[in-house]
């Protein structure tokens, strides 16, 4: 496979030929002189001609422009001037996102002087306020300080971190282990710098946007299948030159609908073709399989999977990525991995709440059937109240919909009713397939499940004319059906 520029000298060389290399010299065109000036963002601070900042705005060029024609110069800001879709949902008190929480206790938030159960939280063991794990982090903070300032390439990498990579290495049953400071740059690193000019790149057209910023910054071809579609993998397989590289790219349990891929079919089209495999456990790493080692455990293809990467922002109640493999794969990404070579470590406490959490993870595995008991009970009754529920053994609970304004409206009245719930929208899901996703964790107690099935029946039951497959569903039958 092609692969990024060789390293030839020190890191710190590399990184400061590279930028150099790249600079232009800062030409600064004299400001006139002008009777009356304001300061506007348009202008960074230096005064201008309010003319000139007004016709900026207007999206016409101002005067006295050596680009070209000024008229047929566009205005990077305009799409911003046409952004308005989301007002009348801020007006009607319908927008959903970025709600500020004021206290958490894990299971339970406080946001705007409600308490809620939260029903939306990727904290599925339950571990963010796990005494172990907070301990583990205030420890770290009094040992290392409250971060890095720096790259792993360089002055990032603390002990602490080599321990962890360590333990995942070992825990994944793999030569050796990497971390990110984020799970979206491990995804970003991993593919950018593997998939070379003669490579091609499989993709599930479900994977996350990680996956897929990842493909298109890679200088291989990029190629989606259909969710889940071994049929459609195996024709595009079939259809790509015998002379590339091949990498197949999924999520082991997808976040959104909530289903697992066939990892079994997978890596058997894999050997097929002569592909490597990458699987995305970022939902099912702590929460599947019989050691908590996600959906690579579950279908028993651990050894058959090149390439494992996770998040320590779920089961691991932490912040960060990591990336598993052969040792040498590793190597190599240490290396070529710009989202890594260019970032600041993860911070000392980060890394010590995520390998506190790693032990309870192999210590503690109830709280991995506790948390798929809960959700597998909520699943069933929903279902047979007649509520088209999707997905399968994930802590993850999707409802379906069906249109964004009723979504949103939904989501209100539970969150009104005492329930934190996520609203999901295209282009996030199919047109038409908007849902309500929910999601439970280990520490939810059996009242608090209760209280949010109940508040699902009841708002079920307020938009039950807007609600096609409610007309027959078991909840809406009459005492003699």
């Known amino acids: 496979m092609a692969s990024a520029e060789p390293l030839h000298s020190a890191p710190s060389q590399v990184a400061g030929r590279r930028a150099c290399r790249h600079r232009r010299p800062i030409r ?8 009356s000036t304001v300061a506007c963002a348009c202008s960074r601070g230096r005064s201008r001609p309010p003319d000139a900042c007004s016709s900026r705005l207007r999206g016409t060029p101002a005067s006295g422009s050596n680009a070209g024609d000024p008229a047929q110069v566009p205005d990077l800001f305009e799409k911003v001037l046409r952004f308005h879709e ?76 080599v321990e962890l990579e360590r333990r995942l290495a070992a825990w994944t049953k793999r030569g050796a282990a990497i971390t990110f400071s984020t799970g979206f740059q491990t995804n970003l690193g991993i593919i950018s710098c593997l998939v070379g000019r003669e490579d091609v790149v499989f993709s599930d057209r479900d994977n996350h946007a990680c996956i897929v910023d ?35 790219v999924v999520d082991g349990c997808y976040s959104m609908c909530a289903d697992l891929a066939p990892l079994d079919q997978i890596c058997e089209l894999a050997d097929r073709y002569g592909a490597r495999v990458l699987v995305d456990e970022a939902h099912s790493f702590g929460v599947f399989g019989a050691n908590g080692r996600g959906a690579c455990e579950h279908f028993g293809v651990e050894e058959r999977v090149d390439l494992v990467m996770g998040t320590f922002s779920k089961s691991f109640a932490s912040l960060g990525g990591f990336a598993a493999g052969r040792a040498d794969v590793i190597a190599y990404i240490q290396h070529h991995a710009r989202s890594l070579i260019f970032s600041a470590s993860i911070a000392p406490a980060s890394a010590a709440a995520a390998l506190a959490a790693l032990d309870v993870i192999e210590r503690e595995p ?41 979504v949103f409206r939904f989501w209100k009245r539970l ?12 282009p996030a899901v199919p047109q038409g397939m908007d849902l309500i996703r929910m999601s439970f964790m280990s520490t939810h107690t059996e009242a608090q499940i209760d209280f949010v099935i ?19 569903s078991a909840m809406n039958a009459g005492p003699n059906e």
């Open 366 to 406: 109830e709280r991995r059937e506790r948390v798929l008991a809960i959700a597998q009970r909520v699943r069933d009754t929903l279902r047979a109240d007649g509520f088209p529920v999707l997905g399968e053994l994930s802590p993850i609970i999707p409802l379906v919909i069906g249109e964004r304004v009723r």
């Open 454 to 472: 109940d508040q699902v029946r009841e708002t079920v039951a307020e938009f039950a004319d807007e609600l096609p497959w409610y007309q027959g």
């Open 86 to 161: 989301l007002d009348a949902f801020k007006a009607a008190g319908l927008y959903p996102y970025f709600r500020a929480i004021r206290a958490s206790e894990g299971n339970e938030v406080e946001i705007d002087g409600h308490r809620l159960v939260m029903a939306g939280s990727n904290n599925y063991l339950g571990l963010t306020h796990d005494a172990r794990v907070k301990a583990a982090a205030i420890h770290a903070v009094e040992e290392f300080g409250s971060g890095c300032t720096g790259s792993r390439f360089l002055n990032g990498t603390l002990e602490l971190h």
């Open 28 to 35: 600064r065109a004299p400001v006139a002189e002008a009777p």
């Open 415 to 426: 969150f009104e009713r005492g329930v934190f719930t996520n609203p999901v929208t295209a």
């Open 214 to 248: 990842g493909c298109r910054l890679s200088f291989g071809e990029f190629v989606k299948f259909r969710h889940n579609d071994m049929s459609d993998l195996q024709r595009r397989l079939a259809a790509a030159p015998a002379d590339k590289g091949k990498l197949i």
